[in-house]
């Protein structure tokens, strides 16, 4: 990680020690497996699924939306960083048309746009939606509608998982061992709110 982001980067005790986001670490085995060679992170912050995808899935170009521009910054400092920057590709707003100029198939799509999804996700929009493997953080504590919109709009195409967050009693990494149940607890504490995804994978793969 670069430095200089302990007070901006959130839930970074949970990204270094490897619990972030953990309902979600089979989905991200089995983008690996995959061997895509794009993979779409639509809000992508500093870069913590960019970087982890462009280490891991070698032959991939990993592209990194976000509307801040610091954030894009940091991206591509960690980019380089990594040794992956060559294989890194950092834009601003992302919308369907954007999405719909690349590949029908080898692409995955991860989305955390704080409720644009909505907007974002339109498979009448970008029909090339329909043949991707895509994960979205669903934000309905913005817009009540979104979970039921988004899997309405996806049920013929894809098999629709819906995940939800977790408790972290379970996963106290021994580096943090030290700290009292409440400090662990505030430690890895990753968002205020319940959360949950929607993995969606096509009927008909776009991988190849």
């Not at 980067?9 to 953990?22: F, N, P």
């Not at 704080?114 to 493997?133: F, I, K, S, V």
């Not at 709110?193 to 994978?201: C, F, G, T």
């Given at each position: 990680?670069?430095?200089?982001?302990?007070?901006?980067?959130?839930?970074?005790?949970?990204?270094?020690?490897?619990?972030?986001?953990?309902?979600?670490?089979?989905?991200?085995?089995?983008?690996?497996?995959?061997?895509?060679?794009?993979?779409?992170?639509?809000?992508?912050?500093?870069?913590?699924?960019?970087?982890?995808?462009?280490?891991?899935?070698?032959?991939?170009?990993?592209?990194?939306?976000?509307?801040?521009?610091?954030?894009?910054?940091?991206?591509?400092?960690?980019?380089?960083?990594?040794?992956?920057g060559e294989r890194v590709r950092?834009?601003?707003?992302?919308?369907?048309?954007?999405?719909?100029?690349?590949?029908?198939?080898?692409?995955?799509?991860?989305?955390?746009?704080?409720?644009?999804?909505?907007?974002?996700?339109?498979?009448?929009?970008?029909?090339?939606?329909?043949?991707?493997?895509?994960?979205?953080?669903?934000?309905?504590?913005?817009?009540?509608?979104?979970?039921?919109?988004?899997?309405?709009?996806?049920?013929?195409?894809?098999?629709?998982?819906?995940?939800?967050?977790?408790?972290?009693?379970?996963?106290?990494?021994?580096?943090?061992?030290?700290?009292?149940?409440?400090?662990?607890?505030?430690?890895?504490?990753?968002?205020?709110?319940?959360?949950?995804?929607?993995?969606?994978?096509?009927?008909?793969?776009?991988?190849?």
């Amino acid at each position: 990680y670069i430095p200089g982001l302990e007070a901006t980067a959130g839930d970074l005790v949970a990204k270094l020690a490897g619990t972030y986001e953990r309902e979600l670490h089979g989905v991200v085995e089995e983008w690996i497996a995959d061997d895509l060679t794009h993979v779409i992170d639509v809000g992508s912050a500093e870069g913590f699924y960019v970087i982890g995808f462009a280490l891991t899935i070698p032959r991939a170009t990993v592209h990194a939306f976000d509307i801040d521009a610091a954030a894009r910054e940091r991206c591509a400092a960690m980019a380089e960083l990594n040794g992956v920057g060559e294989r890194v590709r950092i834009g601003g707003l992302c919308d369907p048309a954007s999405l719909d100029a690349f590949p029908e198939r080898g692409v995955a799509l991860w989305s955390d746009c704080e409720g644009g999804e909505l907007a974002l996700l339109d498979p009448q929009l970008a029909p090339r939606l329909r043949g991707w493997t895509i994960l979205v953080e669903l934000h309905d504590f913005v817009d009540p509608s979104i979970t039921s919109t988004i899997c309405a709009r996806f049920a013929a195409s894809h098999e629709i998982e819906i995940i939800d967050a977790l408790p972290r009693q379970r996963d106290i990494p021994e580096e943090i061992s030290f700290a009292t149940p409440r400090q662990r607890a505030a430690l890895l504490k990753e968002r205020p709110l319940k959360m949950h995804w929607a993995h969606l994978r096509p009927r008909q793969p776009s991988s190849g």
